[in-house]
């Protein structure tokens, strides 16, 4: 069974950088497609945005393009999301999920909740203004 480990959250001001890390273990990472989403408090979970398998494809949330950053390592069976330019609005637990893909989707991408059946516990950003 897959397990997902979210790190690198915490409290930053309006404007700042946060390296959110999402460590899989108990399967081959690589067969994984991967997304992180979040969720604010009183609204659902969210995408904001996934890798396919290889690492060559990704997508963002409109609301977060040109500020965070995908990307993966098989090497390390890691996912990252790299955030800057942080906004008030981007405070939520950040989640990252998990779905096994066949090799002939390796270009694919998922981008709605109920695709992924694996997910963190979540990491808390805080964005203060």
């Known amino acids: 069974q897959v397990q997902l480990a979210e790190s690198g959250g915490g409290l930053v001001q309006t404007g700042g950088s946060l390296s959110l890390s999402c460590t899989v273990s108990g399967r081959t990472f690589s067969n994984y497609a991967m997304g992180w989403f979040r969720q604010a408090p009183g609204k659902e979970r969210e995408f904001v945005a996934a890798?396919?398998?290889?690492?060559?494809?990704?997508d963002y949330a409109d609301s977060v393009k040109g500020r965070f950053t995908i990307s993966r390592d098989n090497a390390r069976n890691t996912a990252d999301l790299q955030t800057n330019s942080l906004k008030p609005e981007d405070t939520a637990v950040y989640y990252c999920?998990?779905?096994?893909?066949?090799?002939?989707?390796?270009?694919?991408?998922?981008?709605?909740?109920?695709?992924?059946?694996?997910w963190g516990q979540g990491t808390q950003v805080t964005v203060s203004s």
């Open positions: 999920a998990a779905r096994e893909a066949p090799f002939y989707t390796t270009y694919e991408i998922y981008t709605r909740v109920y695709e992924y059946p694996a």
């Open positions: 890798v396919s398998r290889n690492g060559r494809r990704t």
